[in-house]
């Protein structure tokens, strides 16, 4: 089958920002997909562009780029055959020419393969998650259908929040329970039991981007003992049924090659050491971005001293990009990746690296971006990977339920394993 028209759109994200949506048609079939955009971004993604006219969206609008690009991407991808997601996926990368896809822009490319794949599926009378299922195996991607443990981001801090808390995010991972229904619902209700918590302690129970809540609070510890609080007053087990994971963003508190933390600086050694304090006091699983993007001797040292413990998850470190988890593989860093696919562009990008970080057994958690839609396609990518984590915020914000309402649904169409824990490796 092929394309028979292309549309592109300038729309909303969750954070008021435009991005873009795309609509393709191929005989009675059609399909839409829209972008997410970053706003703690690592240094080496793949580069949205935007027509920088400050009349429009404080210089953030699309039309111009629309204008621009639409007819050369629907002249590659109408010569070539629908079925076909690499062969696509290579015409877009070969018509930007760029190594970051900064000349049609990233935030295009995806775009265009995202709706492509839910344009195929359609057309093959499957769900999306099957049909990334079936297309993964090109990528030597060989598993089993699964619901992903969520990543719940309950507290949020650092570029998502106007707080002084300088670690991004503190999550809950809901992992002793038997499927997905259950792990949310435990979720969900530590997440409105830590709002009584804030407001009995006169704190502002206003979210962040990520829909957690941004209460003035300054110290990590205070806010770690506010979510075991709230564990504990939804009835649950703190490292039993519900563990604690952490996006410390570590690049952005990296300032003249010393990590300020908490009104003191530290050089890498000085901060895995506050890392190794935190996991002996509370259950903490997960650990995203611990240092600077560039610090791989730290990255190194981090993993060989506590990724026996934790998961050690490059974000801004890999930004989903083949080449650069080599890297971390061959030095020695992070036991885990962070999946999110507009850092790298196209759909089959993201394969061929979940494909590597299996191969290496590397933990791939799939992810959503701090301006975000309603669009759900990562809920598909897990389930139909197998990633045995996925982040997407906190029950709160339509942009963020989205995702999970996509996944309770698949949840109860099936009769797909729910891991947990379990589905980590260590």
Request: overall charge negative; glycine content about 8%; proline content about 2%.
């Amino acid at each position: 089958m092929k394309i028979d028209q292309l549309k592109f759109y300038e729309v909303i994200d969750s954070r008021g920002n435009p991005t873009i949506a795309c609509k393709i048609f191929s005989g009675k079939f059609s399909s839409i997909s829209m972008v997410p955009s970053g706003a703690s971004t690592g240094s080496k993604e793949a580069q949205e562009i935007r027509d920088n006219d400050k009349k429009r969206f404080l210089g953030k609008g699309l039309k111009e780029v629309i204008k621009k690009t639409e007819h050369q991407i629907f002249d590659v991808i109408s010569q070539k055959n629908l079925s076909d997601q690499q062969e696509i996926d290579n015409g877009l990368i070969e018509l930007d020419g760029s190594k970051n896809k900064s000349n049609i822009g990233a935030n295009m490319i995806l775009a265009t393969s995202m709706a492509v794949s839910k344009l195929a599926s359609q057309s093959e009378n499957m769900e999306l998650f099957q049909y990334i299922h079936q297309i993964a195996k090109a990528y030597e991607i060989d598993c089993d259908y699964s619901l992903p443990l969520p990543m719940m981001n309950i507290l949020n801090g650092g570029a998502h929040a106007n707080n002084p808390l300088e670690f991004q995010e503190f999550m809950i991972q809901p992992a002793g329970f038997e499927n997905f229904d259950e792990s949310l619902r435990a979720g969900i209700e530590i997440f409105h039991n830590l709002k009584k918590e804030l407001q009995e302690n006169n704190f502002s129970t206003s979210v962040g981007d990520e829909g957690g809540f941004a209460p003035d609070i300054s110290d990590t510890k205070k806010a770690l003992d506010f979510i075991c609080s709230a564990v504990e007053k939804s009835g649950y087990k703190m490292g039993e049924e519900i563990f604690i994971a952490m996006d410390c963003a570590a690049s952005e508190i990296f300032i003249n090659g010393e990590y300020l933390f908490e009104g003191k600086n530290h050089d890498n050694s000085g901060l895995i050491q506050i890392y190794e304090e935190l996991i002996k006091r509370y259950p903490i699983k997960s650990i995203e971005d611990p240092l600077d993007e560039d610090d791989w001797d730290g990255w190194k040292a981090i993993t060989k001293q506590i990724g026996d413990e934790v998961s050690i998850v490059g974000d801004d470190l890999f930004v989903t990009n083949k080449k650069i988890l080599e890297k971390g593989i061959n030095n020695g860093s992070a036991n885990s990746i962070l999946i999110k696919v507009n850092q790298i562009g196209t759909v089959s990008e993201t394969l061929e690296t979940i494909s590597l970080a299996n191969q290496n057994n590397i933990n791939t958690v799939i992810s959503h971006r701090s301006g975000e839609t309603e669009d759900t396609f990562i809920s598909d990518l897990a389930v139909g990977i197998g990633a045995g984590q996925i982040k997407t915020g906190a029950p709160s914000r339509s942009d963020r339920t989205a995702k999970y309402n996509r996944l309770l649904m698949i949840n109860s169409d099936n009769n797909f394993s729910f891991e947990g824990m379990n589905g980590i490796k260590q």
